[in-house]
């Protein structure tokens, strides 16, 4: 369900896709984390998603101006799961608010793989 916002000038309504699409953007940002993996892993094996479709990585929940976002990523080798996931869910929840106006009620994050070299 989109998100709507009424001004003076009119309404505003923001699709689930949007926030999905700044969520992955900042994601790709972050320190270790090498891409997202697709949500709808069946035979266990994961896929290193490219650019053009990183929200197939994400699913998004709009419930009246708040957000709950669930990320399926891959990290780098030899970083802290922990960091990694702070670090995203701190700046994930800072970008959207800040970008959309929406408040990130919850993000859950599933490591779908380990990857040795960022490609």
């Not at 799961?81 to 700046?91: F, G, H, Q, R």
């Amino acid at each position: 369900m989109p998100s709507k916002f009424t001004s003076e000038f009119g309404n505003i309504i923001i699709d689930e896709e949007v926030v999905a699409q700044i969520s992955g953007m900042t994601a790709m940002e972050c320190y270790g984390i090498v891409g997202m993996a697709a949500r709808n892993v069946k035979d266990g094996i994961v896929h290193l998603l490219k650019g053009e479709s990183l929200t197939r990585g994400i699913a998004v929940r709009l419930n009246e101006n708040k957000a709950s976002i669930d990320f399926h990523i891959i990290v780098e080798y030899g970083t802290k799961i922990s960091a990694v996931a702070d670090n995203l869910m701190s700046t994930v929840k800072y970008k959207v608010s800040d970008t959309l106006g929406i408040e990130v009620e919850h993000i859950k994050i599933f490591i779908e793989g380990v990857r040795v070299d960022k490609e």
